[in-house]
Nanobody, 124 residues
Framework: QVQLVESGGGLVQAGGSLRLSCAAS????????MGWFRQAPGKEREFVAA????????SYADSVKGRFTISRDNGKNTVYLQMNSLKPEDTAVYYC?????????????????WGQGTQVTVSS
């Protein structure tokens, strides 16, 4: 089992940057692939980015590719989402998720553990 806690959300103007952090429980962290998802009001939860347990492979939604970067520091049991060139359409609650599956997934139902979410609001 793993427990996840997101932080780093906030209010930023369009074009600005934020870095989200997801702190995971102890020594099990390195055995999980990690993902970021987001959910805007009235919308379904959507995939943002994912990273393998080693950090060697990443995957991004087309809407954020080139602007967002996912990374992880297994020594700190933390996964990050660096968000640059933010747009109002990026406004959502961002969730960190973990899976023990042996492949990167863009599907929320393949992630087993979820954080509580952190709000990101991008103003025009």
């Amino acid at each position: 089992q793993v427990q996840l806690v997101e932080s780093g959300g906030g209010l930023v103007q369009a074009g600005g940057s934020l870095r989200l952090s997801c702190a995971a429980s102890g020594r099990t962290f390195s055995g999980y692939h990690m993902g970021w998802f987001r959910q805007a009001p009235g919308k379904e939860r959507e995939f943002v980015a994912a990273i393998t347990w080693s950090g060697g492979s990443t995957s991004y939604a087309d809407s954020v590719k080139g602007r967002f970067t996912i990374s992880r520091d297994n020594g700190k049991n933390t996964v990050y989402l660096q968000m640059n060139s933010l747009k109002p359409e990026d406004t959502a609650v961002y969730y960190c998720a973990a899976t023990q599956r042996g492949w990167l997934s863009r599907r929320s139902n393949e992630y087993e553990y979820w954080g509580q979410g952190t709000q990101v609001t991008v103003s025009s």
